[in-house]
Structures are given as C-alpha cells and as structure tokens.
C-alpha cells in the first residue's frame, strides 16, 4: 500500500468518525429540545389548570 492510499483511507475514516460524532450530538440535542418542550406543556397545563380553579372560586364567592 503506498502512502496516497494511506492517507486517503485515513482520510475516510476521519470523515466517518466526525459524522458520527456530530450524529450523536443532533440526538443529544433532539433528546434536549424534546425534555424542554415537556416541561413547557406541563407548566402550561398547570397554569391553565391554576387559572381554571382561580376563575371557579371567584364565581362561588
């Protein structure tokens, strides 16, 4: 094997281990956004729920 070979099979590989890299980290990042979102719908639902227990004792009183 000569030394062009070499370097383009280094080459390759390199190229194959930054695309799974950066694939794991576009998951981590998909993992993140899909946690965060969670937590939004599950305050909003809260609030909404507040808001809703809020509204039924002003109109008891």
């Known amino acids: 094997m000569d030394a062009t070979s070499s370097l383009e099979v280094i080459s390759a590989r390199l190229a194959y281990?930054?695309?799974a890299v950066t694939t794991i980290g576009d998951v981590?990042?998909?993992i993140s956004a899909g946690i965060?979102?969670?937590l939004i719908e599950e305050?909003?639902?809260q609030q909404t729920?507040?808001?809703n227990g809020n509204e039924s004792n002003?109109?008891?009183m």
């Open 17 to 19: 281990a930054g695309a």
């Open 43 to 45: 305050q909003n639902g």
């Open 36 to 38: 965060a979102l969670k």
């Open 49 to 51: 729920s507040n808001g």
């Open 28 to 30: 981590l990042s998909m």
């Open 58 to 60: 002003f109109k008891q």
